[in-house]
């Protein structure tokens, strides 16, 4: 059973950062898709970013686009957002998901961690 475990997320003044991490229990995570997803409530949930496997390839939301990067460590099993300039309206709970490909609709992911609460303050 592959599991995802996220990590990094807190309450973080308008403007500062945060790190989020996922780290994948199943061996082979080198081979899948990464993706970051976040969900208000109420809301649906919405692609942040994703990385492919070898990690040279990255698709963004245009809202984040500039503020947010996504990177791996496949001798890890880890994938990180590094989030900078937040904004009250990136409070969400964030989670990570991996999948066979890069994409940014969420049945392309196969797998979910079970997400990390972000807040930014005004």
């Known amino acids: 059973q592959v599991q995802l475990v996220e990590s990094g997320g807190g309450l973080v003044q308008a403007g500062g950062s945060l790190r989020l991490s996922c780290v994948v229990s199943e061996r082979t995570f080198f081979t899948a898709t990464m993706g970051w997803f976040r969900q208000v409530v109420g809301k649906e949930r919405e692609f942040v970013a994703a990385?492919?496997?070898?990690?040279?390839?990255?698709l963004y939301a245009d809202s984040v686009k500039g503020r947010f990067t996504i990177s791996r460590d496949n001798a890890k099993n880890a994938v990180y957002l590094q989030m900078n300039s937040l904004t009250p309206e990136d409070t969400a709970v964030y989670y990570c998901a991996a999948g066979p490909r890069p994409a940014t609709y969420i049945r392309a992911y196969d797998y979910w961690g079970q997400g990390t609460q972000v807040t930014v303050s005004s």
């Open positions: 990385i492919n496997r070898s990690g040279g390839s990255t």
